[in-house]
């Protein structure tokens, strides 16, 4: 169980992280033990971009604990990577999807989003991520192969 106490902060250090303020999250990281940097770690990792996150950053930049600063920056560090793959995996999910519903092949869906063929196949397999105005695009062209609204 935790020992952390917090002061002049309207939460406690049972409340959710994500209910925590700045000032408790940087309580969390001075005087914190493994069990609360776990804790904020993994609100970060349930939204590596979120307000526990960016509070996280910033109480990062603010004080510097001898050996905690480097293991909260890594966490941190990994939240993020995760959740990008995750997002990239998202949007291939999606591009297949499209493709899928196309009824077209490979070369036909390529020609008829403006890309090619090599192109299509790393934006299905989630090597690269196509931009939000060609997924817009390939989603569109599914649609309309369904018959269903083409603003998509």
């Known amino acids: 169980m935790s020992r952390l106490r917090f002061r002049n902060v309207d939460a406690a250090p049972t409340d959710p992280v994500e209910s925590w303020p700045f ?10 033990s493994l069990t609360d940097w776990r804790r904020v770690l993994r609100a ?3 939204d590596p971009w979120g307000p526990v996150a960016r509070d996280l950053e910033q ?4 004080t510097r604990p001898y050996g ?3 293991l909260l920056e890594r966490g941190l560090e990994r939240a993020r990577v995760a959740g990008a793959l995750a997002e990239r995996q998202e949007v291939a999910r999606r591009v297949r999807a499209a493709f899928e519903a196309s009824g077209l092949d490979r070369s036909a869906f390529a020609e008829r989003v403006g890309t090619s063929t090599s192109r299509l196949s790393t934006y299905l397999t989630g090597r690269v991520a196509p931009s939000s105005t060609m997924l817009v695009r390939m989603e569109r062209l599914a649609a309309s192969a369904r018959g269903g609204p083409q603003d998509a």
Request: aromatic residues 0%.
């Open 23 to 32: 000032e408790a999250v940087l309580t969390a990281v001075e005087r914190g």
């Open 44 to 46: 970060v990792r349930r």
């Open 59 to 62: 109480a990062l930049q603010v």
């Open 68 to 70: 905690t600063a480097l």
